[in-house]
């Protein structure tokens, strides 16, 4: 385990406080919906509309000395680090698909970023990001393999575990591994009884066949509208953190998907993206296991254009 507490609690000091301390509160008309008694983390009230600042926040804090950072991101990864480099007077340079959600892409560029694009995955973005450091000497930001982007999601976790109610069960959306493994280690760190629960797409499965499997194994490439999980690559450290915490790995459809944002939208008021329901849809498909069960699930993010959305849930 490559995680440590201690650095988790001080890094719940250093992160921007407009991170920390997300909302986090019984939705009864959800409840009542889902069959259970179910809290809502909500960590899309902030400048870059979801939990990744957090992530930036720590790793920069550690960094100090860099004068410029690359990532390869899907969207959020990009514009935290954007929002984060540019408070430091830190250069941003972030590597994404061209197919990549274009809300997402000008919100990084709004922010600072300079924005690579390329004709391939998010693979594709990371080799070109990893060319990009050692052309320029821009500091890497891997998302997941950096441990400061896991230990800066941990704080979540140290959040919840401050809730007066205890909770059976965490559904954590699952993609390449930061947020799953850091809150999974603060709650089995301080919550020792929670169940740590991972979710991904059935059509983005690579993390979860990994856990299952015990190593990482090839599974194609993905086809979900939840954009903000959907990776292919398990980095076999993390892999061991999560493997190491999580008690259990959901897969979950695409029909499920869009209900629980549905369902989020109408009983919450809350607009998500996909991969933010994740946890709702894995109650919506495993109602009898679930039913009765105090259960908490993290909205981990809200970039979604209002087009797609409207299509979606409507």
Known sequence: MRLDIARILLARTQI???????????????????????????????????????GTETVLTRLQ????????SAGNLGQALA????????????????????????QMKSLGAEVLLVDGEIELALETAERY???????????????????????????LSELPVELDSVMISLGAGAMASGVGFALKS???????????????????????????????????????????????????????????????????????????YLHAGLVVEPAAALGI??????????NGKTIATILCGSNVTPTDFNRWIR
Do not use: W
């Open 133 to 159: 450091a050692t052309e320029t000497g821009a500091f890497l930001v891997e998302d997941s393999k950096d441990i400061g982007t896991c230990e800066g999601a941990a704080t979540i976790g140290v959040e």
């Open 83 to 106: 929002y984060s480099g540019r408070r430091r007077g830190v250069g941003v340079a972030v590597v994404a698909s061209s197919a990549a959600n274009p809300l997402k892409l000008e």
């Open 190 to 264: 301080l919550r020792k009884t929670t169940e740590i629960i991972c979710v991904q797409p059935e059509n983005a499965p690579a993390m979860t066949l990994a856990l299952r499997a015990g190593q990482p194994i090839d599974v194609g490439a993905p086809h979900t509208i939840a954009d903000g999980v959907a990776g292919r690559t398990v980095i076999p450290e993390v892999l061991d953190d999560l493997a190491s915490v999580t008690d259990d790995a959901i897969l979950v459809t695409e029909a499920a998907i869009i209900e629980a944002m549905r369902l989020l």
């Open 281 to 290: 849809a894995s109650i919506l498909e495993s109602r009898d296991r679930f």
């Open 16 to 54: 921007d406080p407009v991170f920390r301390d997300t909302p986090q509160y019984e939705c009864e008309p959800l409840s009542d919906a889902l069959g259970c008694r179910l809290f809502l983390k909500v960590e899309t009230l902030n400048p870059v509309r979801s939990f990744k600042g957090r």
């Open 65 to 72: 000395e860099a004068e410029a950072v690359v990532c390869a």
